[in-house]
Structures are given as structure tokens and as C-alpha cells.
């Protein structure tokens, strides 16, 4: 495709969005712990994949990065050895880090030589990332150790905003399920959502685990399970 092409559709996405606003995309939610893999649906109106766009975009960048261009990657974005576009044309990342957080949007274009038309709506994926991080590396008993548990999400500046209108919530539960106890701490003062646990490890904590769940509409959505033991080891391990 010539740069003249490229200008045009350029072109014509920028104008598409002005046109359409965020209004005009209709996102979903997709909630992921950091070190799984995730598919982002594209709700494509085209079997075709060569047609598809994915771009990208969190609260850190002036714009949106184009990741996928007319099915072909581009080998110019820091993670495109993680990236790669399914069969149904959608986004699937590999190894997920606390970075991939933000608004994924797929589109579909037909026509060539400079007049592309956009084919059906958009598809947006908020995609929403869990991780948990230690404040000790090395675990000992009677040590007071902070396990907290971070969910980095998009477009939402501060976590009661998530809670209230998409009511996303994050808890920390043991062994047997139960929620919330007066040791946990769920700080919702900046702009992300990060609940934090707080506990002198005894011996009989030895190889226990904890785990933080995201919520979503009261269903448990992603969570990450973290195991210490008195060795210094620390595993942790995800499931959806
Ligand atoms: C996943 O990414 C982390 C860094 O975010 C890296 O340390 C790790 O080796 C990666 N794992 C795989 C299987 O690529
Ligand atoms: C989980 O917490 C509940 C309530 O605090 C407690 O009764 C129960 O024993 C705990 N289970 C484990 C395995 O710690
Ligand atoms: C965790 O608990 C210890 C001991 O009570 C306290 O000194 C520390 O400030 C607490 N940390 C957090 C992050 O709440
Ligand atoms: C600590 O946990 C890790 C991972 O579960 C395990 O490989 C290791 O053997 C454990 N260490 C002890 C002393 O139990």
C-alpha cells in the first residue's frame, strides 16, 4: 500500500472518529490477571481479515496506536512479538503485563486505492488488568508483609468511579471463599483501584494462599492467587 493510502485512511479513521465519537463504538468489558493470554473480540461485519484495524489507546498516550493495519502487524509497537490476529479476526496477547491495560478498538475497511468506506460499528474491549505485588520479596514469620492488588483499568479515573457505574469491585478472599476481614485495606483515594492486605505471617501461614478477585455485576470476572511460604519462595499462579 502506497503512503498516499495509508494518509487517506489515516485520514479517514480520524475523520470516522470524529464523526462517530466514543459514542459510536460499543465496547465490552474483558478483565485479564498479568502473565495470561487474552482474545479481544472483534465483532467484524467482514470474514475477510485482511480489512481489519486494531488500535490502541490508554489515558498515558496523545493517541491511538494503530497495532493491526489492514491485517498486517505493525512491527513498529514495543509489544508486536506478543500480538497476534485470530482467524475471526480478533486481537489476541500473549503474556499480559500491567502495560496492555487500556481501550482496544477494531474496525473493518473495504475498498482500495484511497477510498476506503468503514464496514458496520466498531468494536471496543475495555481491557482491564489484575496483578498483585509483595511488598517483601523475602517472606519470614513475624514479618509484616503488604500483598496488593491492582486493577489497571481504562477510560475510569478513580476507582469509585469503576465501583458505581460499571460496578467493578475487588476483594481479597482465603482459602474458603470468605470476603473481606478488618486487615483488608481497599484504597480507592487514587486513580486506581488497589486493594491492599496486610498481615503479620505467622507459621501457620506457611504455604497458604491468598487470592484477589476483580467482580463485575457481582460475578468474579479474573483472579490471581498468591501463595507465600516461610522459605522465601513466592509462586503465584492465575486462573480464570
Ligand atoms: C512474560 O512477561 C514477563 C515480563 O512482563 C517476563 O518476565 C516473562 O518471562 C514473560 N513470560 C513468557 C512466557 O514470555
Ligand atoms: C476464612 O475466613 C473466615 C472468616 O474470617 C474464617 O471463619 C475461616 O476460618 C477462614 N478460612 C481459612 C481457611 O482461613
Ligand atoms: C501494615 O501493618 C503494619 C503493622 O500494623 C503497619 O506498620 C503498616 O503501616 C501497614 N501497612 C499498610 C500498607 O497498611
Ligand atoms: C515454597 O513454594 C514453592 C512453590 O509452591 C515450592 O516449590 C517450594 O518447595 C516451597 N518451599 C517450601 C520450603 O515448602
Not at 221 to 228: E, I, L, N
Amino acid at each position: 500500500m502506497s503512503d498516499n493510502n495509508h494518509l487517506c485512511l489515516l485520514g479517514l479513521i480520524f475523520l470516522s472518529s470524529l464523526l462517530t465519537g466514543v459514542s459510536g463504538v460499543d465496547y465490552v468489558h474483558v478483565f485479564i490477571s498479568s502473565g495470561e493470554d487474552v482474545r479481544l473480540p472483534c465483532n467484524n461485519a467482514l470474514q475477510d481479515c485482511t480489512s481489519t484495524t486494531w488500535s490502541y489507546n490508554n489515558r498515558f498516550r496523545d493517541s491511538a496506536v494503530e497495532l493491526i493495519h489492514l491485517g498486517e502487524k505493525n512491527k513498529d509497537t514495543e509489544r508486536h512479538e506478543r500480538l497476534s490476529l485470530g482467524s475471526d479476526c480478533s486481537l489476541n496477547i500473549r503474556n499480559i503485563s500491567t502495560e496492555d491495560y487500556g481501550s482496544y478498538i477494531c474496525q473493518q475497511w473495504t475498498g482500495e486505492n484511497g477510498k476506503h468506506q468503514k464496514q458496520g460499528p466498531d468494536a471496543g474491549v475495555y481491557l482491564h488488568v489484575l496483578h498483585v505485588s509483595s511488598s517483601h520479596t523475602e517472606i519470614s514469620s513475624g514479618l509484616s508483609v503488604t500483598l496488593f492488588c491492582r486493577l489497571y483499568s481504562y477510560p475510569r479515573v478513580s476507582c469509585d468511579d469503576l465501583v458505581s457505574s460499571e460496578r467493578i469491585d475487588l476483594f481479597w478472599v482465603n482459602q474458603t471463599g470468605v470476603k473481606s476481614d478488618s486487615r483488608y485495606q481497599i484504597s480507592s483515594s487514587s486513580d486506581q483501584c488497589i486493594i491492599s492486605l496486610n498481615k503479620t505471617l505467622l507459621n501457620e501461614d506457611h504455604n497458604r494462599e491468598w487470592r484477589c478477585e476483580v467482580t463485575q455485576k457481582d460475578q468474579v470476572k479474573s483472579s490471581v492467587t498468591y501463595t507465600v511460604n516461610s522459605s522465601g519462595e513466592k509462586t503465584s499462579h492465575y486462573q480464570f
